[in-house]
T-cell receptor, first 118, second 111 residues
């Protein structure tokens, strides 16, 4: 089945530093990947759509200069949280769909990254 | 109105019970529909896709009602291991086919 690998699973960083999160599709190619964040006991909120070879599409209210997304290949998307602040502490999770499968196969999620900014 | 709405629960049911969740969506042009299961502090995992004709997978049955814009999930003979949060998800038509999630419904199956 489709597998998405996300790293790191957990990171603690100091305020003001940047953190990069990687999302890889291991056995399929993904033209599009999605980045979500989830606060405790809250829903998954779509942050941006990552498109291979082009700029990401950000949801309203998400700062593109703060959350940098790069989708350099059909199997890798990265999210960089720049100048992190404590309010950026959250669970970040990516998802991808096999481009060669119909939409009703749904999306596969990475295991998520728990970011804590101190 | 939220794009996707669910009753957050929690639903506390005894083992062996049948439980049903509903989810409504606002965009009538939505293309595909799913139920995901999320365990505490874990990533969501696809439970099943939802079709207009209804689909069943063991104890789980999903249904889509396009006219009323809702999807449902029925779990029969609940097991303790079914305890989790169930998220409905709606995929938009066209474009990048982004998926929007409901807030999730928490299910607790009690011995």
């Amino acid at each position: 089945g489709a597998v998405v690998s996300q790293h790191p699973s957990r990171v603690i960083c100091k305020s003001g530093t940047s953190v990069k999160i990687e999302c890889r599709s291991l056995d399929f190619q993904a033209t599009t990947m999605f980045w979500y964040r989830q606060f405790p006991k809250k829903s998954l909120m779509l942050m941006a759509t990552s498109n291979e070879g082009s700029k990401a599409t950000y949801e309203q209210g998400v700062e593109k200069d703060k959350f940098l997304i790069n989708h350099a290949s059909l199997t890798l998307s990265t999210l960089t949280v720049t100048s992190a602040h404590p309010e950026d502490s959250s669970f970040y999770i990516c998802s991808a769909r096999d481009r060669d499968r119909a939409s009703n196969y749904g999306y596969t999620f990475g295991s998520g990254t728990r970011l804590t900014v101190v | 109105r939220k794009e996707v709405e669910q009753d957050p629960g929690p639903f506390n049911v005894p083992e062996g019970a049948t439980v049903a969740f509903n989810c409504t969506y606002s965009n009538s042009a939505s293309q595909s529909f799913f139920w995901y299961r999320q365990d505490c502090r874990k990533e969501p995992k696809l439970l099943m896709s939802v079709y207009s004709s209804g689909n069943e997978d063991g104890r789980f049955t999903a249904q889509l009602n396009r006219a009323s814009q809702y999807i449902s999930l029925l779990i029969r003979d609940s097991k303790l291991s079914d305890s989790a949060t169930y998220l409905c998800a709606v995929m938009s038509a066209g474009g990048y086919q982004k998926v929007t999630f409901g807030t999730g419904t928490k299910l607790q199956v009690i011995p």
